[in-house]
């Protein structure tokens, strides 16, 4: 496994950790999916995959996707990707609104 490969990795763990981050970091990790789909909007894709040459399917997600869905298309990847930046925005605001309710009836 080469060195983009594993950062690929290391992100990809990154961005799906972040609903089950602490309140206290969760503040401003819910604000990652979102910046990494205005990088995705900018540079036409993610500029890791743009770098990395050694991809069968020119896209890191669906290497990734085809572990457990063989058939899926780089399109397919494209919109699982963007369904779970979406979910995971959704459940860390979700988790604030809660926490701050919480917070205001203990008050």
């Avoid at 990795?9 to 819910?30: D, E, K, N």
Wanted: charged share 10%; net charge positive.
């Amino acid at each position: 496994m080469d060195w983009l490969n594993a950062l690929h990795f290391l992100i990809f763990g990154f961005i799906i950790s972040i609903p089950f981050w602490p309140i206290a970091y969760l503040r401003y990790g819910v604000y990652v999916p979102i910046v990494i789909s205005i990088i995705w909007v900018t540079f036409n894709g993610c500029p890791l995959t743009k770098v990395q040459t050694n991809l069968s399917s020119n896209s890191f997600t669906t290497e990734v996707y085809k572990h457990c869905m063989p058939n899926i298309s780089v399109k397919d990847a494209e919109h699982v990707n963007t369904f779970a930046l979406l979910l995971i925005t959704i459940i860390g605001f979700h988790r604030l609104k809660c926490s701050n309710l919480v917070m205001v009836n203990r008050r």
